[in-house]
C-alpha cells in the first residue's frame, strides 16, 4: 500500500476498483457497501474518511467501538466485525447496525437476550470458517444449517447473511473458491425455505482480496489497510 495516498484518495481508489470488479461481474456498484475498518485508527483518521463521505466503519473490539463513539457522536453506521464474548455485547447490541461475526450459539444466546431487553431485533451474520483453517474463528460450513435452524426461532435476532475471512495470500486468485463457496452456502441456505431465514448479504473481502469478493458476489467488503494504511497494534489488555 502507497503510505503517501491520502485518506480521501485511497476511499476513491478503492471505490473505483470496486467500481471496475462489479462491472466485470454485471453487477451494479450500488450493490455493495464499503466498510472503512477503522480498528486501531486514531478519531482523526475517521474524521477525515467521513468528511469524504465515509458512513460505515468497521471495529473488532467492543471497548475501542466505546470510546470511539463517546467522541464521534455523527449518526455512522458502525459494524463489529471481531470475535465476540458475550460479557462484552453491552458495548455492541444496540450501538452498531450489523454484527458480523456471530459463531456459535451460545453467542447468538446473548445477543438475543440482550436485543430482547432493549425491545430491539439485532441484524447479525454467521461467521464461517470457510477454508478450514485451525487459527481461524467461524463455523465450518456442515454446522451451517443447524444453526440457523435454532436461530429461525430467535424473535430478536435477524439472520442476514454471512461473512467469513479468507486465508492471507499474496495471490488473491487463490481465494476465489472461497468467496465463490460463500455464495454457494447462502444459495443453498435460502432454497431450503426456512421460515424467518432470508439471507442478502455476504461480507467478504479484505485489503489484498475485496475485488475477487466482489467479483463472486460480495455485498459488503472490509478494507482497513488499503484506506488507512498500515495498522500499530496496541499491546494486548
Ligand atoms: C482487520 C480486519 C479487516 C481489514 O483488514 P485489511 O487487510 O486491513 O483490509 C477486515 N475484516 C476483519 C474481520 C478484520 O479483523
Known amino acids: 500500500m502507497n503510505e503517501q495516498l491520502t485518506i480521501g484518495n485511497a476511499i476513491s481508489e478503492v471505490a473505483s476498483r470496486i467500481q471496475a470488479a462489479c462491472e466485470r461481474a454485471g453487477r451494479s456498484a450500488d450493490e455493495v457497501t464499503l466498510i472503512a475498518v477503522s480498528k486501531t485508527m486514531p478519531v482523526e483518521a475517521i474524521r477525515e474518511a467521513m468528511a469524504c463521505g ?64 432493549q425491545g430491539i431485533v439485532s441484524d447479525v451474520l454467521l461467521e464461517i470458517n470457510i477454508a478450514g483453517e485451525e487459527s481461524k474463528h467461524g463455523i465450518v460450513p456442515a454446522e451451517l444449517l443447524g444453526l440457523v435452524e435454532e436461530l429461525a426461532h430467535f424473535p430478536n435476532i435477524k439472520v442476514r447473511g454471512l461473512m467469513t475471512v479468507a486465508p492471507y495470500t499474496e495471490t488473491p486468485e487463490e481465494n476465489r473458491c472461497y468467496f465463490r463457496k460463500m455464495k454457494q452456502l447462502m444459495v443453498d ?36 489497510t488499503g484506506i488507512f494504511g498500515h495498522r500499530v497494534y496496541p499491546p494486548k489488555e
Open 54 to 117: 465515509m458512513v460505515d466503519f468497521g471495529e473488532n473490539r467492543p471497548q475501542e467501538l466505546r470510546d470511539k463513539q463517546a467522541v464521534i457522536t455523527e449518526p455512522l453506521r458502525w459494524h463489529m466485525i471481531g470475535s465476540l464474548q458475550t460479557n462484552k455485547l453491552k458495548y455492541v447490541v444496540g450501538k452498531t447496525v450489523l454484527i458480523h461475526s456471530v459463531d456459535s450459539l451460545h453467542l447468538a444466546q446473548a445477543i438475543q437476550d440482550a436485543s430482547a431487553k
Open 189 to 224: 441456505i435460502n432454497s431450503k425455505n426456512i421460515d424467518n431465514i432470508t439471507m442478502d448479504m455476504l461480507s467478504m473481502g479484505m485489503t489484498g482480496d475485496y475485488e475477487i469478493a466482489v467479483e463472486e458476489g460480495a455485498t459488503l467488503v472490509r478494507v482497513g
